[in-house]
């Protein structure tokens, strides 16, 4: 089974930075674009960050100078740097992206989501 596994995450005050971490068990990253994706309570789940596999990235305006996403595709993990958080941000975290397993002799893609990861900015 194909998993992304998220670790970071936490209560931090406005101003602070913390470090989202999520890497593939069970599978490899394809070719494709991670991402990064939030939710806050009553709120639609909105892109925050996305990076190609060859290191394109593009962010929501919202995080923009703020955030940095970068992947290790030889680790198969990609990883947000949030820095200058604010309580806006409060949301809970998910990866995102296709993953590759091999079953049945041939290569299966699977859009997986992270297991999400709650991140609290204090005012």
């Known amino acids: 089974q194909v998993q992304l596994v998220q670790s970071g995450g936490g209560l931090v005050q406005a101003g602070g930075s913390l470090r989202l971490s999520c890497a593939a068990s069970?599978?490899?990253?394809?070719?494709?674009?991670m991402g990064w994706y939030r939710q806050a309570p009553g709120e639609q789940r909105e892109l925050v960050a996305r990076?190609?596999?060859?290191?394109?990235?593009n962010y929501a305006d919202s995080v923009k100078g703020r955030f940095t996403i970068s992947r290790d595709n030889a680790k198969n993990a990609v990883y947000l740097q949030m820095n200058s958080l604010k309580p806006e941000d409060t949301a809970v975290y998910y990866c995102?992206?296709?993953?590759?397993?091999?079953?049945?002799?041939?290569?299966?893609?699977?859009?997986?989501w992270g297991q999400g990861t709650q991140v609290t900015v204090s005012s």
């Open positions: 990076i190609t596999s060859d290191g394109s990235t």
């Open positions: 995102n992206g296709n993953l590759i397993r091999y079953a049945d002799g041939r290569p299966w893609l699977e859009n997986t």
């Open positions: 069970g599978g490899i990253f394809s070719s494709n674009a």
